[in-house]
């Protein structure tokens, strides 16, 4: 459907003009969107990456550490070396590895940066909420139409006014269409995405309380031991 821009200031052509343009604009921010997903699904993997490779040096001193197999989700990884962790930390014997814990801790405190959430969670909250903007878009569009339809300056009783009218509001639809379609196909991209992106999210979650506990008490029993000496 061509655009033509109206040269005058009816309101009736303006409005017809933003309707051609609202089927369009919801397939074309609905690709946009479906890569958008993609982004923050490679955003996620890196993410996984950097925290699993922190972990794995932090946990290359350690005597007895999980030995996983190839092709190991990182977020299973990931609860493996937390779980390594947590292990030195509940076995007050284990003096050797909580020095190694202590002393390799530095690693985690440098790299920090990489467990903090609030960027990526941002942007996949905006990627959800905005799912719900298309089947409003769609509806959007057809009242566009119709309004459009409405506005011509023709008698309201004319053959020709109604065949406009039936002809936009039948353009319309398909911006409605549109919208619903772009809704559910997006909705079901994210639920795909979704338990990735939740799983990234506990791991964070683990990594955080597993620094804070070895913080607490290995920094309790390294101070223990120099009162002692």
Request: glycine letters at 6%; charged letters at 20%.
């Amino acid at each position: 459907m061509p655009f033509h821009i109206p040269q005058s200031g009816n309101v009736g052509e303006w409005l017809q003009f933003f309707s051609s343009l609202s089927t369009p604009a919801i397939v074309i921010a609905a690709v946009l969107h479906a890569f958008y997903f993609l982004f923050l699904r490679n955003w996620c993997a890196r993410d996984l990456q950097v925290i699993a490779g922190t972990l794995d040096d932090y946990t290359r001193g350690l005597k007895h550490r999980s030995v996983l197999e190839r092709g190991v989700p990182l977020t299973t990884q990931i609860d493996a070396f937390v779980q390594d962790v947590n292990d030195v930390l509940s076995d007050a014997s284990r003096s050797e590895d909580r020095s190694v814990c202590l002393l390799r801790m530095q690693i985690l405190d440098e790299k920090r940066r990489y467990l903090e959430s609030l960027s990526f969670e941002t942007a996949t909250h905006v990627a959800r909420t905005m799912i719900e903007a298309y089947p409003l878009s769609g509806v959007l569009g057809t009242v566009l139409a119709i309004g459009s339809a409405l506005q011509t300056d023709a008698a309201g009783q004319s053959a020709s006014t109604v065949n406009v009218v039936m002809e936009r509001f039948g353009d319309s639809i398909w911006s409605t269409f549109a919208g619903l379609l772009a809704a559910i196909v997006l909705m079901l991209i994210n639920s795909i995405l979704e338990i990735r992106f939740n799983r990234l999210t506990d791991s964070r979650t683990h990594v955080r309380d597993m620094v804070a506990r070895a913080k607490r008490e290995l920094g309790l029993a390294s101070q223990r031991s120099e009162g002692t000496n």
